[in-house]
């Protein structure tokens, strides 16, 4: 499977963007999704997950409230709604999928064999 990330920019602190990741090669409904994001000089860090159906989903203390995650399997495709954005919020952005069939929702980084290649988001204070 292929993961595609898209739809980071520039934007204003306040402002809004929304991510996308669209998958190629298989089918994505069997599987989790998660956002993770990457700042300059740290770690790779979680962000959000969503289940299989879209009816469970998981989010970093911190960004609860602010960010969304969501999923359209008939688009093979899951989005990441970020509003009132921070400029701490300023990183890299991927997108990984969780092999696992077991359905579970994993906030660590080595529980996502797939990756797409990232986007850049930047919030300008």
């Known amino acids: 499977v292929q993961l595609q990330a898209y739809g980071g920019g520039l934007v204003q602190a306040g402002g809004s963007l929304r991510l996308s990741c669209a998958a190629s090669?298989?089918?994505?409904?069997?599987?989790?999704l998660g956002w993770f994001r990457q700042a300059p000089g740290k770690e790779r860090e979680f962000v959000a997950a969503i289940s299989r159906s879209g009816g469970n989903s998981d989010y970093v203390d911190s960004l609860k409230g602010r960010f969304t995650i969501s999923r359209d399997n008939a688009k093979n495709t899951v989005y990441l709604q970020m509003n009132s954005l921070k400029p701490e919020d300023t990183a890299v952005y991927y997108c990984a999928l969780d092999e696992g069939l077991g359905g579970a929702l994993y906030r660590l980084v080595r529980m996502y064999e797939h990756w797409g290649q990232g986007t850049q988001v930047t919030v300008s204070s």
């Open positions: 090669g298989r089918t994505i409904s069997r599987y989790v």
